[in-house]
């Protein structure tokens, strides 16, 4: 196959992606106020005291194709499964508590490396309406933010290989920042699953939500693997991501840039990987020198622009990197950095 048949197939819109895997989802919460702590405000730190309950345990799925996906606990009137503590006997014991994690069960027993953000952890109640307080905005990129490392907790840690990390993205093309994840399962075991904890974490630790007023916790997430970011940002602020099941045959990912100017045109340039790089208009093209084909791009309002892009059984590397008008800039171009694409593999 050339390497421009190539580009004709992978670049093409897919009309769905491919699911790499599924995830069930979860929270648990502790009750607080049975345990004897005391309110202090919705997100704010609850503290430690009472036993867990899991809501809705298991009945929820995360797709892991690169997409954002809400999640919807209604506090009051989902069903509840006792996990731990004297408390927790599969009712509500008390007006408030806090979240005490996410469950993220393998139920699909994959084994390949696991990457998850979480974003806008937010408690609506009907006396206050909406409290986001889990955007992660403000904090420096890595700082551990409400969530700790997967393997923290002991009661799931023997499920997991060493070297798992939680932090702060700042990078997230796809949306804002984000709390990412980064684990690995030990095998392939259905039962096996994480216990992405909130107890005492630096930033945001124990959120307190109430466990009455008709309480409602959603947040968004998203999971799979990333084609590797290798660079070359700037000048300007626009950057990008591709993240999603993978560019195998029958996989697809999701190339993502931020950070244009609102409604501004741009184009997607595509080189072969190895080539030479091009330094041009006060930015550097990664494998400029093989340039192989252009795309014209727009960003929306919101200075985005992404593209669905289908998996390959071709084997090539691709560096793919935008370029989007700038009238702010010297040169009036902004260089997203560039992402190497690994097609078929």
């Known amino acids: 196959m050339s390497h421009l048949h190539t580009l004709t197939l992978v670049l093409g819109l897919s009309a769905a992606l491919q699911a790499q895997g599924t995830v069930k989802i979860s929270i648990g919460v ?6 004897g702590g005391s309110f202090t405000t ?30 919807t606990f209604n506090i009051t009137t989902d069903p509840l499964a006792a996990f731990a503590g004297t408390t927790a006997n599969g009712v509500l014991d008390g007006t408030f508590g806090v979240i005490e994690h996410l469950r993220v069960l393998n139920d699909t027993g994959i084994t390949d490396p696991f990457v998850l953000w979480i974003d806008d952890v937010t408690a609506t109640t009907q006396t206050g309406g909406p409290v986001n307080f889990g955007d992660f905005e403000g904090y420096g990129s890595g700082a551990e933010v409400m969530f700790q490392e997967p393997s923290f907790s002991g009661s ?10 939680s932090g702060v993205d700042n990078a997230v093309a796809s949306r804002t920042s984000s709390c990412r994840c980064d684990f690995q399962f030990v095998n392939n075991t259905t039962t096996n699953w994480v216990r992405l904890t909130t107890f005492n974490t630096g930033f945001l630790p124990n959120p307190t939500i109430r466990l009455d007023d008709q309480c409602v916790v959603t947040f968004w997430m998203r999971g799979g693997p990333c084609q590797e970011d290798v660079g070359s940002q700037g000048p300007g602020t626009a950057y990008a991501e591709m993240c999603g099941a993978g560019l195998s045959a029958g996989q697809a990912s999701i190339y993502y840039a931020a950070g244009a100017q609102p409604g501004v045109p741009g184009v997607l340039g595509i080189s072969l990987w190895g080539a030479g790089d091009l330094p041009i208009f006060g930015g550097n093209i990664v494998a400029g020198l093989g340039l192989a084909a252009t795309l014209p791009v727009s960003a929306d309002a919101a200075g985005r622009f992404q593209l669905p892009v289908t998996g390959s059984a071709g084997v090539v590397d691709l560096a793919l990197q935008s370029l989007f008008f700038d009238p702010t800039l010297p040169q009036n171009l902004a260089f997203t950095n560039a992402i190497r694409a690994r097609f078929g593999q």
């Open 42 to 71: 919705i997100g704010g730190n609850g503290g430690t005291l009472g036993g867990i309950e899991w809501v809705n345990k298991d009945a929820q799925t995360l797709v892991l194709d690169g997409t954002w996906q809400q999640f």
């Open 30 to 35: 502790r009750e607080t106020e049975a345990g």
């Open 156 to 165: 799931t840690s023997a499920f997991l290989l060493p070297g798992s990390v």
